[in-house]
């Protein structure tokens, strides 16, 4: 069950076979070791919207290519919208999502930033389960591995003229997954980026387009020449954002956590889950803005005593080192980030207690 029960709409989807699917001797075999993001299932969702049409032909069909007109809206104006979530198998063959309503209502805040329709709330979670339904069996049972699944709509009306699209594609794709962290999680290298911005107020920072990961790359790219995993943004006030794909969260020594609240910010389904779990256990949860000179004048007083990112790749990752073009901070590490993900995976991969109702059944 999901915490909010999602709207009744639903579509009647057709299914395709692939007739080319992977045998299960070739999808074990991929699935021993699927790393991040470059094997993926044999089906895909596709669902039509037109301005006469609404939302029409739901499908699910074979994966592969996508045939588009060299004028479609998305090569030019960058109409595309998207989501990032996972099933989980759990112990007794089920497999479950997390929070999907959570997914569906920031996949249609993010449309509605970018001028785009937005998607039925039942027919989003609907999508899911019909992909599921054709390609369970790639839902691996690995430790810590996943199915990601990646939920997308795009322009794809052929015109020219700067306006939103008549017409669009949804999609949803899914990727096996294993862990992210190989050997167990370790803290990680961040590179303060002071020349380039990732959002700006007014812009489209809170929403989930590509645009944004786009802007990242070329920071990211600097955050690696300098021997960093990670890059942090700040905002034009000199407060911290967060990372290129993940938010952050401030722990101070009175057991507060503190994360960064502005409209360029992402609002994580991941970091909230987070914040509700600390919350149970008594910590008090702030979110507003944060300086960098309160990060580190925090760090320097040992008023900040840990600090981690989160999202729903890599869950939680400990920051351990701040760098910067004049300075290296070296960050405490605690306990609680790690304690914190044991407990949402616990949940997740169904060897907990749901509490809060996350969990959703998808087979």
Known sequence: MTTTDPDLTTLDFQVTKNLAAKSPAEREQLLADPGFGSVFTDHMVDVCWSEKG??????????????????????????????????????????????????????????????????????????????????????????????????????????????????????????????????????VSIWLSETYARASEGGTGSAKTGGNYASSLLPQS????????????????????ELGGMNIVFVKKDGTLVTPASDTILDGVTRNSLLQLAEDRGHSIERRPISLNEWREGIA????????ACGTAAVVTPIGTLKAAGFTDEQ?????ALSLREELTDIQYGRREDRHNWLYELS
């Not at 600097?222 to 954002?241: I, M």
């Not at 405490?332 to 609680?336: A, E, F, Q, T, V």
């Open 301 to 308: 007083s040992g008023d900040i005593v840990e600090v981690f």
């Open 332 to 336: 405490p590490i605690g306990s609680l």
């Open 222 to 241: 600097e955050a690696y020449d300098k021997d960093c995993d990670q890059v942090v943004f700040l905002d034009a006030h000199g407060n911290v954002e």
């Open 54 to 187: 609404g939302w029409h032909r739901p499908r699910v069909q074979p994966y592969g290519p996508i045939s588009l007109d060299p004028a479609a809206a998305v090569l030019h104006y960058a109409q595309e919208v998207f989501e990032g979530m996972k099933a989980y198998r759990h112990a007794d063959g089920s497999v479950h999502t997390f929070r999907p309503e959570q997914n569906a209502r920031r996949f249609n805040r993010s449309a509605k930033r970018l001028s785009m329709p937005e998607l039925p709330e039942g027919v989003f979670i609907q999508a899911l389960r019909e992909l599921i339904a054709v390609d369970e069996a790639w839902v691996p049972s690995g430790e810590d591995q996943t199915l990601y699944l990646r939920p997308f709509m795009f322009a794809k009306e052929a015109f020219l003229g700067v306006r939103p699209a008549k017409k669009y594609g949804f999609y949803v794709i899914g990727s096996p997954a294993g862990a992210y962290f190989t050997g167990g999680v370790k803290p």
